[in-house]
Nanobody, 127 residues
Framework: QVQLVESGGGLVQAGGSLRLSCAAS????????MGWFRQAPGKEREFVAG????????YYGDSVKGRFTVSRDNAKNTVYLQMNSLKPEDTAVYYC????????????????????WGQGTKVTVSS
């Protein structure tokens, strides 16, 4: 079993950047494909980005493609989400999640594939 803790959220102006981190403990992160999701108030949870166990394959939701970058450092047991050109509509609680499945393509967006979730970190983008 793995425990996940997100950090790095905060308040930023539109056009700015933030980097979120997801630190894992309890088991080595390289055993898991990872995903980032977000949930805005009153809205359903939305897929943001996914990354394979080795980090060689990434996949993004349409709303963040070209602005966000997911990466991982398995030696540090940490996954990152670099968010650039932030927009007010990016305001949400961001969650990282770990999956034991071997995932490809759009299957990263299926949240049932993820067994472990962090508690979330809040990102607020002001206009």
């Amino acid at each position: 079993q793995v425990q996940l803790v997100e950090s790095g959220g905060g308040l930023v102006q539109a056009g700015g950047s933030l980097r979120l981190s997801c630190a894992a403990s309890g088991r080595t992160l390289s055993s898991y494909a990872m995903g980032w999701f977000r949930q805005a108030p009153g809205k359903e949870r939305e897929f943001v980005a996914g990354i394979s166990r080795s980090g060689s394959i990434t996949y993004y939701g349409d709303s963040v493609k070209g602005r966000f970058t997911v990466s991982r450092d398995n030696a540090k047991n940490t996954v990152y989400l670099q968010m650039n050109s932030l927009k007010p509509e990016d305001t949400a609680v961001y969650y990282c999640a770990a999956s034991t499945y071997v995932i490809s393509g759009s299957y990263y967006s299926e949240n049932w594939r993820y067994s472990y979730w962090g508690q979330g970190t809040k990102v607020t983008v002001s206009s």
